[in-house]
């Protein structure tokens, strides 16, 4: 089974209209990581949180780190054709050393 | 700085062959990482070190061995290829501590 789950799987949205992506655990997180991907390129760092309660912006992306530290979300403000690509949490669970990711979840964004 | 580069970023195999993807960085980063990715798929771990000379297998580690003989270099080599290896394989660093990991822009591999 994955350790870490991330849903929804795939998501097609219309552009201008607000979306979230979850990330779980069901393990303590030391540190939680957002990327990004563009289709068949590599992994551009987004965000990292690490304490419970944390959140994090930039420009209309923002994150955060539940208090239990065993779940986040990512938001994504009036989306804008550029937020397409897949986004990927990716976080230290049993050790600080080694990063586990999630499936990844798919976004579109239609005009 | 050139962060983390991987060659070579496309290459073709043959079953049976071999080959060493190669990674480096020139951040001065103890901690490095390979990763694979298949189609639709997160990233799996591989293999990887916390420092010269050390190397720790990840959750993929069959079929793959690595070396760390400097900080800079951190090559994956592939003994006797096969289909199941084609992926996309992405090497990483990090300095100790809470620090974002730098990912290279990836070597696609097919093996046919």
């Known amino acids: 089974s994955q350790e870490l789950e991330q849903s929804p799987q795939s998501l097609i949205v219309q552009e201008g209209k607000n979306l979230t992506i979850n990330c779980t655990s069901s393990?303590?997180?030391?540190?939680l990581y957002w990327y990004k991907q563009k289709y068949g390129e590599g992994l551009i760092f987004l965000m990292m949180?690490?304490?419970?309660?944390e959140e994090k912006s930039h420009e209309k992306i923002t994150a955060k780190l539940d208090e239990k530290k065993q779940q986040s979300s990512l938001h994504i403000t009036a989306s804008q054709p550029s937020h397409a690509g897949i986004y990927l949490c990716g976080a230290d669970i049993r050790t600080a050393s080694k990063l586990t990711f999630g499936t990844g979840t798919r976004l579109q964004v239609t005009l | 700085n050139a962060g983390v580069t991987q060659t070579p970023k496309f290459r073709i195999l043959k079953i049976g062959q071999s080959m060493t993807l190669q990674c480096t960085q020139d951040?001065?980063?103890?901690?490095m990482y390979w990763y694979r990715q298949d189609p639709g798929m997160g990233l799996k771990l591989i293999y990887y070190?916390?420092?010269?000379?050390?190397?720790d297998k990840g959750e993929v580690p069959n079929g793959y061995n690595v070396s760390r003989s400097t900080t800079e270099d951190f090559p994956l080599r592939l003994e006797l290829a096969a289909p199941s290896q084609t992926s996309v394989y992405f090497c990483a660093s990090r300095r100790p501590g809470n620090y974002g990991y730098t990912f290279g822009s990836g070597t696609r591999l097919t093996v046919v």
């Open positions: 393990k303590t997180l030391y540190g």
């Open positions: 949180l690490q304490k419970g309660g």
């Open positions: 951040m001065n980063h103890n901690y």
């Open positions: 070190s916390v420092g010269a000379g050390i190397t």
